[in-house]
């Protein structure tokens, strides 16, 4: 070289300002020879790099920061096992349509096929960002310098527009550290690409309100979909004024805050006989901003949770492939869940100015749920130790401020969860619906707090689930959050056990050696939390917690309760099509008994 340096900063500088000018504050990731020149310009940056201990904590903790955020999230990723560690939390954050912006390094260009250190190459050269295709809704691979800004751009854009997702940015080592002028950036600065979101005609809202307001049995029945349109004022509007009865899905759940008098909770597997019911006997089902997904739809087999045909469905959201694709539709509308309930709030009220009351409908929601909480109270009241479940969730909910934000993990801190937890904030349950991922919400917890510090942050996870990624409390004693990690111990992947019981009549490889109360050689997970240098408590006695939780969340430490507790299945009046394939001759149920 002639010693000539080409004016201007690297590639990894620009992506730096970039993120600094759509206001990022915080990057998740793990590091590696690929991306240290990025890191190098995140030291320079007031943009936050939080360092994880695996590259699957990243992916949580970004999924759930982009949740309470509303925008997309930034994960920084090293090549190949550093991709492939990030990809269970970049498909999590798919299959529930969060916005996500994956940057991982990758191998030099001029050794593309030649089996560099770390290639991934069996079947094509340098095709690690390829694993990622079926999840993401676009992956690049960055093959040249000056086409960063404008694929940055796009890629900003694409996971938050439409129905939002992650998309991955895929950039060979050498692009990031090479120089380059700053037209190509300075060329997309003003291009905000801000969009208006697609609403509906009038003449389709009037359709749809003549329709709900001549249904016998209407209802209205939400997904994901209400929260992130931030549509929850809207929903309430228009179901109070149409006096809808509203079902949700798992991920709708606190769409409307679920003491609401019109909520009648959630539909599925796990849901209660009144909103199965109610479902199945709606003449009109409104569906708004939700895919009708199995686990919500009791595996589609009728006379469990939706009759359609039968019920007509009315059916909105932004995502054209997701209307028609499991039920007959009568009208469908792509639009904005925000937007269309807009429209549809006016032209109700223009159409029916008094409104629809429902008292007897009322009353019949209130008489259950009073009835549903006494059949819980002995159980919710219950001094057992192991502790039951169904006490757990009432002292944890009697602990919590309204706007407390709740990750779940799968198990019974799920399906018990969405079934008779009360969320009283919309957003504020974060909960992997779609890819279902254990080990999800103990990272997804630091996501949450980052995001929201000023509220309290608790992630209720089964003891399997803690077990997944533990060294995320490294990451959260480091930035001293007040997090609470409530590990509900029943020693077992209880969910599985429960089903492998009811189907083979053994838990062979579903539970873990001794019992809740004395695991035999299971980790105490109030010392993994004392030796990461947080708080660790491991209950004695059922009237242990409620006192342990108040002085976890004055605390303010990272405090991770050890809570033992009887494995017991979740409650369901739903179907699980598994049931036929394990057991096509018997009717096996998991009623809990
Ligand atoms: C990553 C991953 N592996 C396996 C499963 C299958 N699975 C669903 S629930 C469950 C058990 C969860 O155990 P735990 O976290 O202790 O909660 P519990 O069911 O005992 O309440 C398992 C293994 C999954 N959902 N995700
Ligand atoms: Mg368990």
Redesign the pocket.
């Known amino acids: 070289m002639d010693g000539a340096k080409l004016e201007g900063k690297t590639v990894a500088e620009h992506i730096v300002d970039f993120l600094e000018r759509r206001e990022v504050k915080h990057v998740f990731g793990l590091c590696g020879h690929t991306n240290i020149a990025v890191l190098a310009a995140l030291a320079e940056s007031p943009i936050d790099f939080v360092t994880v201990r695996h590259e699957q904590i990243a992916s949580h903790a970004a999924d759930a920061y982009a949740r309470v955020t509303d925008k997309a999230s930034v994960v920084l990723s090293h090549l190949s096992p550093g991709l492939t560690n990030c990809a269970?939390g970049v498909a999590n954050a798919a299959l529930d349509c969060i916005p996500m912006v994956v940057i991982a390094g990758d191998i030099p260009t001029h050794y593309y096929g030649k089996h560099p250190h770390q290639e991934v190459n069996l079947h094509a050269d340098a095709a690690q960002w390829e694993i990622y295709r079926p999840f993401v809704k676009r992956a690049w691979r960055v093959d040249r310098a000056d086409l960063m800004a404008e694929i940055l751009e796009k890629a900003f854009h694409l996971a938050e527009s439409g129905q939002p997702g992650p998309v991955l940015v895929n950039v060979p080592m050498d692009i990031f550290s090479e120089v380059i002028p700053s037209d190509s950036f300075d060329r997309i600065r003003d291009n905000t690409r801000a969009l208006k979101k697609p609403s509906i005609d009038d003449e389709s809202a009037r359709e749809i309100v003549e329709a709900l307001a001549k249904a016998e049995n209407p209802v209205a029945y939400v997904g994901g979909g209400i929260l992130l349109a931030q549509a929850s004022e809207e929903l309430r509007e228009f179901v109070e004024h149409m006096g809808l009865p509203v079902a949700h899905s798992l991920m709708g759940k606190g769409a409307l805050r679920d003491d609401h008098p019109l909520v009648l909770g959630m539909t599925g597997f796990w849901g209660t006989e009144l909103v199965n019911q109610s479902c199945l006997n709606a003449d009109y089902i409104f569906a708004v901003g939700t895919r009708f997904k199995e686990a919500d739809c009791s595996s589609w087999y009728p006379g469990y949770t939706f009759n359609i045909p039968g019920s007509k469905v009315i059916h909105i959201d932004i995502e054209p492939q997701e209307i028609g694709r499991n039920y007959p539709t009568e009208i469908g509308v792509v639009a904005d869940a925000k937007a269309a309930l807009r429209v549809l709030n006016r032209v109700a009220r223009e159409m029916y100015p008094d409104g629809f009351k429902r008292p007897a409908l009322e009353q019949k929601i209130a008489d259950f749920r009073t009835d549903f909480k006494a059949r819980n109270l002995e159980m919710a009241i219950s001094s057992a130790f192991p502790m039951m479940p169904e006490r757990i969730l009432a002292d944890t909910r009697k602990a919590l401020p309204e706007d407390a934000i709740i990750t779940t993990?799968?198990?019974?801190?799920k399906n018990g969860v969405g079934q008779q937890f009360d969320i009283l904030t919309p957003g504020s349950i974060l909960t992997p619906g779609g890819f279902?991922?254990?080990?999800f919400g103990p990272p997804g917890a630091i996501g949450a707090k980052l995001a929201a510090p000023d509220r309290v942050v608790l992630s209720l996870?089964?003891?399997?689930?803690?077990g997944?990624n533990p060294s995320m409390l490294a990451t959260a004693v480091e930035l001293d959050l007040g997090i609470i990690w409530l590990v509900?111990n029943?020693n077992?992947?209880?969910?599985?056990?429960g089903l492998q019981k009811a189907h083979y009549g053994l838990t062979y490889g579903t539970t873990f050696p001794g019992s809740a109360e004395a695991p035999a050689n299971g980790p105490g997970y109030a010392d993994i939390a004392r030796a990461y240098g947080a708080e660790g408590h491991r209950l004695s006695a059922a009237d242990e917690l409620l006192p342990a939780l108040e002085a976890a969340i004055a605390s303010g430490k990272p405090t991770v309760l050890d809570v033992p507790m009887i494995?017991n299945p979740t409650p369901t009046t739903g179907h699980w099509n598994i049931l036929d394939i394990y057991s096509p001759d018997k009717d096996v149920s998991h009623v809990a008994t």
């Open positions: 269970t993990d799968v198990g019974w801190n279902a991922t254990m080990g996870v089964g003891d399997g689930g803690f997944q509900m029943n077992a992947f209880g969910t599985i056990a494995n």
